[in-house]
């Protein structure tokens, strides 16, 4: 295969939410996209900090590279974005899928967010459409539509490797829950059969690991992985069996801790809520609402 076909992955594992993100890029001095990155979040204090963007900037600049796309797979409800720290300090253009603006209307409902907060996805610099293509240097990229996990999941296809946020897990986790609102598990299970139809040897990035019986992180696999032993939607499990199961578990799951202000920070790309008068910004909890 050519350098285009099969890029450079770099993962950076976040231990304190079990999230990667990836630097993906052609060769050393070219330029790059960022997928998925973490603003570290202390749920007692409010506190953020910077420490798993920064390693992220740290292997940027050790690999002389461009930033051309900081790119989400979706709102994420158990990690912030750093989006709008990476971009301050390495440049580049944000993007998300175009079904944001739905994620972002029931959720300025769920918070009574304020009048000005446009649910219409322009806090991103870019919305990107399903099947739309776009390049990272001599890279071609693709956006592949995948919901369930939320009503609004992409995955990116960039040559040989699908970077596919919640949609699968490492093949011994399965799959993402699908019963925040807009979830769907019949949805999923349709999104999740689209990325087994991919070339069996293509190269699958999770978004997440839950590593099982102590194995080592591990967050990359293939779709012949995938099909023959992810244990929700291997090969031969039907649609019905999927979604008997996937309801059930997610009855018995709790809410992530960070789903408060990560959403709440989330549909906004990253930024703040507006400052109050005593210039502070705030984040709401709703009671009785999730």
């Known amino acids: 295969m050519t350098a285009q076909t099969q890029p450079v992955v770099h993962g950076i594992f976040d231990p304190a939410t079990w999230t990667v993100t990836y630097v993906v890029y052609e060769k050393e001095g070219s330029t790059c996209a960022i997928i998925d990155s973490v ?5 007692k204090s409010g506190r953020t900090r910077t420490t798993s963007a920064d390693k992220v900037i740290d292997f940027v600049r050790q690999k002389n590279l461009q930033v051309e796309w900081i790119l989400e797979t979706h709102a994420h409800a158990d990690h912030l974005t750093a989006a709008p720290y990476l971009k301050q300090k390495l440049g ?3 993007a998300i899928g175009d079904h944001i603006a739905g994620v972002q209307q029931v959720f300025k409902g769920i918070f009574n967010l304020e009048d000005e907060f ?3 996805g322009s806090q991103f610099d870019h919305l990107l459409k399903a099947d739309e293509s776009f390049s990272i240097g001599a890279l071609s990229g693709l956006t592949l539509f995948v919901p369930g996990h939320t009503p609004a999941c992409v995955a990116y296809q960039i040559g040989d490797a699908v970077f596919v946020g919640d949609t699968l897990f490492m093949p011994d986790v399965g799959t993402a829950r699908c019963d925040f609102p807009g979830g769907d598990a019949k949805t999923l299970y349709a999104s999740t059969r689209k990325l087994m139809s ?9 978004c997440h690991d839950y590593p099982p019986n102590d194995r080592p992180v591990n967050f990359e696999t293939t779709v012949a992985e995938q099909r023959q032993k992810n244990i929700h939607v291997h090969d031969g499990i039907s649609e019905q ?20 202000p990560a959403v709440q920070i989330n549909i906004r790309a990253g930024a703040l809520p507006p400052a109050e008068k005593n210039g502070l910004a705030y984040l709401k909890i709703p009671v009785n609402a999730l």
């Open 39 to 43: 603003l570290d979040y202390d749920p």
């Open 118 to 120: 446009k649910a219409d």
């Open 198 to 206: 991919l070339p069996a040897e293509t190269r699958l990035f999770m």
């Open 241 to 260: 069996e999927f979604v008997e199961m996937r309801t059930k578990r997610d009855a018995t799951l709790e809410m992530p801790v960070l789903i408060l």
């Open 92 to 94: 580049g253009k944000t």
